[in-house]
């Protein structure tokens, strides 16, 4: 009980500040995810295991440039046309691991590339959600609060289904905890969760709601197991211990930054 009540309220103190930096203003949303990328780049290279201050430091700037970057065209500050610097990312782990010495070169592009693509590539999308010019009438913190919501419904009842009517294993080879029963208790609630609010708003179609729930919860899903095989392969319990209750910053955005990817494309195809 005092552990569902520790999770509880570190949960809702956690929600309150990503719901207020979200709304405040794109820039507040910015120095969240911000926040995200620099506190999961050192869980990520927990996770692998980085045994040198020197490699961490140097993942973080590769990891945290790009987001600065995107972040600064998202809020226009600069022109789109920079974003084909990112591209200059991408051989940097090579470039850096060939200089290297005192780790394997198979672990920093691990490392690195995971940062990139588990947090740098997600946040900085989210950002983009703000921008009228690519989501119309969509686009602004409703939008982004939406994908959180959609995301935290899907966690929130696959946990208490599982923990309630759980029985069957879903992936017990990465993660034992995780039941069928709670996978479809948190995509009951999801659906549940998408029809009531479209039900009092017309900012999609019922078809299309759907199709945005499903792709959360089938996406969410597969980032935290993601996220659970790292854990599995480091031998440790949460990628970090930030909020009491849930772990580290990695534990509480894997099926956030997993499944935008996936949502941003579906949302601008519509």
Same mark, same amino acid.
């Given at each position: ?60 700037? %590769?990891?945290? !440039?790009? /987001?600065?970057?995107? $972040? *600064?065209? @998202?809020?226009?500050?600069? #022109?789109?046309?920079?974003? +084909? ?98 996978? %479809?208790?948190? !995509?009951? /609630?999801?659906?549940? $969760? *998408?029809? @009531?609010?479209?039900?009092? #708003?017309?900012?999609?179609? +019922? ?64």
């Amino acid at each position: 009980m005092n552990e569902l009540l520790t999770r509880t309220v570190s949960g809702l103190v956690f929600g309150l500040v990503v719901v207020a930096s979200v709304f405040v203003s794109p820039w507040t949303c910015a120095a969240l995810l911000l926040f995200v990328v620099v506190v999961g780049t050192f869980e990520m290279a927990r996770l692998h295991q980085m045994s040198a201050w020197k490699h961490v430091v140097v993942g973080e700037l %590769l990891a945290v !440039m790009p /987001f600065l970057l995107a $972040a *600064m065209v @998202a809020l226009d500050v600069i #022109s789109k046309r920079w974003l +084909v610097m990112e591209l200059l990312v991408l051989p940097s782990p090579f470039l850096y691991a060939l200089f290297s010495k005192g780790e394997n070169a198979k672990t920093i592009f691990g490392y690195v590339y995971a940062s990139l693509s588990f947090l740098s590539l997600p946040t900085s999308l989210m950002l983009f959600m703000y921008r009228t010019d690519m989501f119309g009438l969509m686009a602004g913190s409703w939008l982004v609060m939406s994908v959180f919501c959609l995301l935290w419904v899907n966690d929130i009842f696959a946990y208490l289904t599982g923990k309630l009517i759980g029985k069957h294993k879903l992936f017990e080879r990465i993660s034992p905890g995780k039941t069928i029963e709670g996978s %479809l208790g948190g !995509m009951v /609630f999801t659906v549940v $969760a *998408m029809m @009531a609010f479209l039900h009092y #708003s017309d900012w999609l179609p +019922v078809l299309e709601g759907m199709g945005l729930a499903a792709i959360a919860v089938v996406f969410g899903t597969l980032g935290d197991l993601c996220e659970s095989m790292l854990k599995r392969q480091a031998g440790v319990k949460d990628s970090g211990k930030l909020i009491p209750g849930h772990g580290g910053i990695l534990d509480r955005f894997d099926s956030v930054m997993f499944s935008v990817p996936f949502i941003f494309v579906y949302l601008l195809l519509l």
